[in-house]
């Protein structure tokens, strides 16, 4: 057994403990034992002074791969920004380079204490192999839009179909099984038929799949579903039974008053990206009014071209202080919220709670150290998730395990080349750019 001596745990289990001076130990890549006295069976011991350990962050929603877009056209309206310059960009975009932006992205996720996240995309199987390489879990959902992509239904779903088999295949090949997850992706309303949605509805209530979708994001696309269907995107979706607790719901920007309750009696998980909402002049979610409806909200990023990081300190800032502005009112969504939303609302979000989420003996061995003497923010220590949240950086992550297995240790990485990584993305970069004819 491994056994980590830390001076403080932040748990996040039932009862939300915060235990000083405890031990964790580790074996068979899950949490066995946590108490005050060293456990008997040791092999090792890792001594931690000064050193905060808290649950791996889960992104509960991202493009991981598109790191290889950060920075392209910035400043612009979501519609204009998608169609003018990142969906030229990513039809020029092979497999491998896929594969690149994925494992660049994880390598900048680990760094940021993330262990988790919820991606959607295309190329998905690329994804899923950088999660296999860099050692990290993820739930991972083939963007199917056959209003996009101008295919039949059928023939949509056939496709996430064939990658959920190959998802499979590959996670049994890479003994991978408990890192790798499957939901389906429509990636919006509008992006998919109603017979496609309703493909979806059926299968995730056959097979318990959950289902990953883009929700009430933009005032346009409000306009637009109600334009086309006489609903809101919220009241569509629940019109033709597809909004249920499997269903992780990213962005639920504008909802309307009556819309709440809908929210919370079908279940719907709430996947809050408060930068790039902020960035992209989206708006700001009323994630006070969900958590006061006990509807569940995680805390996503949204990912590298929309953000333009994948940092879940800043997240957790910005998640914490904007609706405390936006709403005039300190005491709304406390620190001690955010941190929940990235850790144990999330993992209930994807489904995952019974194994990450939390440090509880018999969950996996996800964990961050931070290390709280890296900087001076770190000191004095009130309150864990004031620290976690209003005064520490990525900076102060020195180590991250998952699965029990250092994929970042005292600083360095473990499984990646950075500098590698560095040029093949730079040089992906370069290359879409030439063939989009973009300067």
């Known amino acids: 057994m491994i056994v980590l001596h830390p001076s403080i745990i932040v748990t996040m289990d039932s009862e939300r403990r915060i235990l000083r001076d405890h031990f964790i130990g580790i074996e068979n890549g899950e949490i066995r034992y946590i108490g005050k006295e060293k456990p008997a069976e040791t092999e090792e011991i890792v001594e931690l002074p000064h050193r905060m350990i808290v649950p791996g962050f889960i992104d509960a929603h991202t493009h991981v791969a598109m790191t290889i877009l950060r920075g ?8 204009e920004w998608l ?3 990142i969906l030229p960009m990513e039809m020029r975009l092979k497999p491998n380079d896929v594969y690149y932006g994925a494992l660049y992205g994880i390598t900048e996720m680990i760094r940021s204490g993330i262990t988790a996240f919820l ?6 199987i690329e994804i899923a192999k950088a999660v296999a390489d860099a050692g990290v879990r993820a739930v991972l959902s083939y963007g199917s839009a056959d209003v996009f992509f101008n295919r039949s239904p059928e023939e949509e779903f056939k496709i996430a179909k064939n990658f959920r088999m190959e998802l499979e295949k590959l996670a049994r090949e890479r003994d991978a099984k408990d890192r790798l997850f499957f939901a389906y992706g429509p990636p919006s309303p509008y992006g998919c038929t109603k017979e496609l949605l309703e493909i979806f509805r059926d299968e995730s209530r056959k097979t318990g799949y959950r289902i990953h979708i883009h929700l009430a994001e933009t005032q346009s696309e409000v306009k637009q579903i109600k334009e086309k269907t006489g609903y809101t995107p919220i009241e569509y979706l629940n019109s033709i039974g597809l909004l249920s607790d499997k269903v992780m719901a990213a962005h639920v920007v504008w909802v309307e008053d009556k819309e709440f309750g809908i929210l919370r009696e079908r279940g719907v998980h709430v996947l809050h990206n408060p930068i790039s909402n902020l960035k992209l002049a989206s708006g700001i979610a009323p994630i006070p009014r969900m958590l006061s409806e006990g509807i569940n909200v995680a805390l996503a990023t949204d990912g590298p071209a929309s953000n333009n990081r994948l940092d879940m300190f800043r997240e957790m800032h910005v998640a914490a202080i904007i609706h405390k502005g936006y709403n005039r009112d300190p005491k709304i969504v406390p620190a001690k919220t955010v941190v929940e939303m990235a850790t144990i609302n999330a993992a209930k979000a994807l489904g995952l709670n019974n194994i990450i989420g939390s440090i509880e003996v018999g969950k996996k061995a996800d964990l961050v150290v931070i290390n709280l003497k890296k900087g001076p923010h770190g000191t004095p220590l009130h309150d864990p998730y004031s620290m976690i949240v209003y005064a520490l950086d ?10 029990g297995e250092w994929l970042y240790r005292n600083g360095e990485y473990v499984k990646v ?10 040089g992906i970069r370069e290359r879409l750019m030439r063939e989009a004819g973009i300067s």
């Open 72 to 79: 392209l056209k910035d400043d612009a309206d979501l519609m």
């Open 394 to 403: 990525q900076s102060y992550v020195e180590s991250v395990m998952v699965n």
């Open 417 to 426: 080349n950075l500098e590698e990584l560095r040029e093949k993305v730079q």
């Open 119 to 124: 991606d959607m995309y295309y190329h998905e």
């Open 83 to 85: 169609q003018k310059y």
